[in-house]
């Protein structure tokens, strides 16, 4: 009898510590959204569009205001492998058969920097004792499909031959990034020969670079961190319309063949977020293929909660459930 009651408490606390996080996530995106604003998303958009036709003004200046210099945790050393790479080496872990995490930014393939993901790489190398090797790789529009994933696919191949050096082992590299970064992360590993890549990481992926009409996509088009009309917007500057349903845009569709090569996967999904259902839809796929993949989903969040400070809980749950899955053989 003792032995159930001791369960039973462990359940409902177990309960009650889940609810209270799902409260905390929902009270921090509705005040995230609040101090977004009904503007930010719209002149990003335009800013975007202006830059298609050539005019690169108010994009440079959306780049400029997601540049800001990090302020790093004192037991991580920051080096610079590469002028578009910044290695995060914990100072308190010796070298060895560490894992390392390749991280690729998120904002839609057209803003975003080594600096905007900078917190999230810093966390994770201070508080699980890995290396983080962040990319800079090039945007759109100036850049378009394929030269993001060219260079994500270049600052693997860099670290399959300079892990050792590095201190880490070159059969624990993992793949992860937030949104089109996830989506680059997918098309990037794909590139790779089976193995060269032990796992990927992913928040919030873009799987199909269209509007899919999906629920998710219709109840959270707008005012929920990443608008409908922002991400064609994305869509349009990374890739011309008719390449929308090529593999290496799109992950969801690649052949079966193809996505059965896909290292275990783990996919954290912001609940109230106009790609959740195209994440649940490509982790159930390629589940069925027999890739050993897990979705979490953070249910109350919304976009964004990776690099944009102010989803402090879904943050941090964040690099908690990726320290895990990094320090997992």
């Known amino acids: 009898m003792k032995v159930k009651v001791i369960m039973a408490t462990i359940l409902i606390g177990s309960l009650y510590a889940c609810e209270s996080k799902n409260s905390l996530m929902r009270k921090e995106a509705d005040a995230f959204l609040i101090r977004m604003g009904t503007e930010l998303q719209p002149g990003q958009r335009d800013a975007i569009l202006e830059a298609i036709d050539g005019d690169n003004k108010k994009l440079g200046q959306i780049r400029n205001a997601r540049n800001s210099q990090p302020v790093y945790p004192k037991n991580v050393k920051v080096t610079h492998p590469t002028s578009k790479t910044r290695l995060y080496t914990n100072t308190e872990t010796g070298a060895g058969n560490k894992p390392l995490l390749i991280y690729l930014h998120g904002g839609g393939w057209t803003i975003g920097s080594l600096n905007s ?9 201070s508080q699980g004792g890995v290396s983080v090797l962040a990319v800079d790789y090039r945007l759109a529009p100036e850049h378009p499909y394929p030269a993001p994933l060219d260079d994500c696919e270049a600052a693997i191949r860099l670290a399959l031959e300079k892990a050792g050096e590095w201190g880490c082992s070159a059969k624990r590299i993992i793949v992860g990034g937030d949104s089109s970064g996830g989506n680059l992360a997918i098309a990037s590993t794909l590139r790779m020969e089976k193995g060269d890549v032990s796992g990927l990481l992913l928040f919030y992926p873009v799987t199909k670079a269209w509007n899919d009409g999906s629920q998710s996509w219709l109840k959270y088009g707008k005012g929920f961190g990443l608008d409908g009309d922002l991400m064609e ?16 845009v799109s992950p969801v569709c690649a052949e079966d063949e193809v996505l059965k090569r896909l290292p275990r996967t783990l996919l954290i999904a912001a609940g109230c977020d106009i790609l959740a259902d195209q994440g649940k839809e490509f982790v159930k796929r390629i589940t069925t293929l027999g890739v050993d993949a897990t979705r979490i989903e953070f249910s109350k969040a919304v976009h964004l909660f990776i690099t944009v400070p102010g989803q402090d809980t879904a943050f941090k749950e ?5 320290i895990a899955y990094l320090n997992r053989e």
Do not use: D, W
């Open 233 to 248: 917007a994305f869509n349009r500057s990374y890739i011309l319309p008719e390449q929308a349903r090529n593999a290496e």
């Open 318 to 322: 964040a690099v908690k459930e990726t």
């Open 117 to 125: 993901c900078a917190r999230f790489c810093g966390e994770v190398c």
